[in-house]
């Protein structure tokens, strides 16, 4: 049998709860699909999934990744509590990125 070894991560207890229902799903345990990860993190020789800055924006619409400026993002993100005039800006600024 390969050797073996053992390592510890700290996370939010929240977050270990809600990985352990999804994965227990998907009939896996945690030390599974960390195993998962791993594995495919040597296969793809970096991380196995895409990964996003802050700052960027995905129009799921048409697929495309619409690149904001931090001062943008911030004004974007500042009136999502005001859900009319949030669906305005957004709507400005795809607009304004597809043209």
Do not use: C
């Not at 390969?2 to 999804?22: F, P």
């Not at 048409?62 to 800006?89: H, S, V, Y």
Request: hydrophobic share 40%.
């Amino acid at each position: 049998m390969a050797q073996t070894s053992v390592i510890q991560v700290r996370v939010d207890t929240a977050l270990k709860k809600e990985a352990e229902n999804l994965f227990n799903e998907m009939g896996l345990d945690i030390s599974s699909a960390m195993r998962l990860f791993l594995k495919q993190a040597v296969v793809h020789n970096g991380i196995p999934f895409a990964m996003k800055r802050p700052g960027t924006f995905f129009d799921n619409m048409k697929g495309e990744t619409i690149g904001l400026t931090d001062a943008e993002w911030e004004r974007l993100t500042a009136t999502l509590e005001n859900p009319p005039k949030a669906n305005k800006k957004l709507k400005g600024l795809i607009r304004k990125y597809r043209a």
